[in-house]
């Protein structure tokens, strides 16, 4: 079996794509995938590198049984493109920085995470930063469904 790799991103690497990270990290264990799935996530933007997750993303998921304080943040490295198979952008701003600062044959890796559910009308995970505790619990509900749909995309894809 080969291994799959997945980086999740956002801006600040503490709200939207560390919930993505523990939420499909948490199904990958549960699914026994461990050992071959890789998943990180980053940020486009560098203000909160090395810190843990905001607390209210962190009290969210921990309300749903998921924990997240082992996650720091860190930017997005140009190394990144090489090394991931998935790189999954939160909103449509950072998923065209991401085609930005990649290499042509990179670009087809990145994607739109919430092309991975059609539970839900929209298209992008919003920034729940600026907002109230609902903003978190909607972010949360987004990255839960659009996570099962990567897992079984990745199990139909890659491991069959
Ligand atoms: P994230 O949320 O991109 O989901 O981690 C944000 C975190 C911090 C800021 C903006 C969005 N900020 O402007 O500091």
């Not at 924990?67 to 998935?86: I, P, S």
């Amino acid at each position: 079996m080969s291994k799959v790799s997945v980086l999740f991103v956002c801006l600040g690497n503490i709200c939207r794509s560390p919930t993505a990270h523990a939420v499909f990290r948490k199904m990958v264990q549960d699914n026994g995938l461990q050992d071959v799935i890789d998943i990180d996530s980053a940020g486009t933007a560098a203000y909160h590198v090395g810190k843990h997750p905001d607390t209210r993303s962190m009290e969210t998921a921990r309300n749903r049984g998921i924990e997240m304080l082992d996650l720091r943040a860190r930017k997005v490295d140009f190394g990144d493109f090489y090394v991931y198979d998935y790189i999954l952008a939160m909103d449509e701003e950072n998923y065209h920085n991401l085609l930005d600062i990649a290499l042509p044959e990179h670009k087809d890796k990145i994607q739109m995470f919430l092309d991975y559910t059609s539970e839900f009308e929209e298209s992008e995970v919003p920034d729940p930063y600026y907002g109230g505790a609902q903003g978190f619990e909607h972010v949360f509900d987004l990255v839960d469904s659009a996570s099962q749909g990567l897992l079984d995309h990745i199990k139909k894809t890659h491991l069959v």
